[in-house]
């Protein structure tokens, strides 16, 4: 059985956020004969979602499964920053603290408590989990306007392009979904891999890659 690969969609999400780690993943089980199942999900199941970007509404074709092995990931948002929620406008931190009172969050749990599973969240995605309560304790990134909310949630904000805190996965800016995609093919099948979706996506991977392994600095 290939391992699943499931990206939550929720109303508001990122089309980029999304679009970039489906796209890297699926290029990545082309390249290993299928392997991974790369499929976009919402808690309800199939249906229609509506991005946070005017005018893009993708489908999702499944229900997400907690108990399925291989990934669970979760986008951020996309919407206005500064406007005044009081006027009626969805900003980015609305989206992504309403995603806390979905269907999804339970799920998500679920699939953070199966040892067979590994959560990954591009950009705000991870601020959104940890606005749910998910991730305290937890060493993450979200993109660099939502750093220290994330470290207000109890999260260990690390400023990194990618932080692998071992079952849990997450990436910085809207961007870093290609590098968290190929990371975790390297990861997963390593870097030969993750070199040819690479070469075939004429990208070259940039930023840090944080685990939470080795020594720690003196202070000076």
């Known amino acids: 059985m290939p391992l699943s690969v499931q990206v939550v969609l929720f109303d508001g999400f990122d089309p980029l956020d999304a679009v970039t780690v489906f796209e890297v993943l699926a290029a990545g089980s082309a390249s290993i004969g299928g392997e991974l199942a ?44 500064d406007a005044d929620p009081d006027d009626g406008v969805d900003t980015i931190p609305v989206l992504l603290s309403r995603f806390a009172q979905t269907a999804a969050v339970p799920l998500v749990r679920r699939a953070m408590e199966n040892s067979k599973v590994t959560v990954a969240a591009v950009c705000g995605g991870s601020l959104a989990l940890a606005m749910a309560g998910l991730l305290e304790g937890r060493n993450a990134v979200t993109h660099v306007l939502g750093m220290d909310a994330l470290d207000a949630t109890g999260a260990h904000a690390v400023r990194a392009r990618v932080v692998d805190d071992g079952d849990l996965v997450t990436s910085g800016g809207v961007t870093s979904g290609l590098d968290l995609g190929l990371y975790l093919l390297e990861r997963e099948y390593g870097p030969k891999i993750a070199r040819a979706v690479e070469t075939l996506f004429e990208y070259e991977r940039r930023g840090t890659v944080w685990t939470d392994t080795g020594r720690v600095p003196q202070a000076a």
Do not use: C, F
């Open 38 to 81: 790369v499929e976009l999900v919402t808690a309800e199941g199939p249906r229609q979602v509506r991005s946070g970007t005017t005018g893009i509404t993708m489908p999702a074709t499944g229900t997400l499964d907690p108990e399925r092995p291989g990934y669970v990931i979760v986008p951020g948002a996309s919407g206005p920053v």
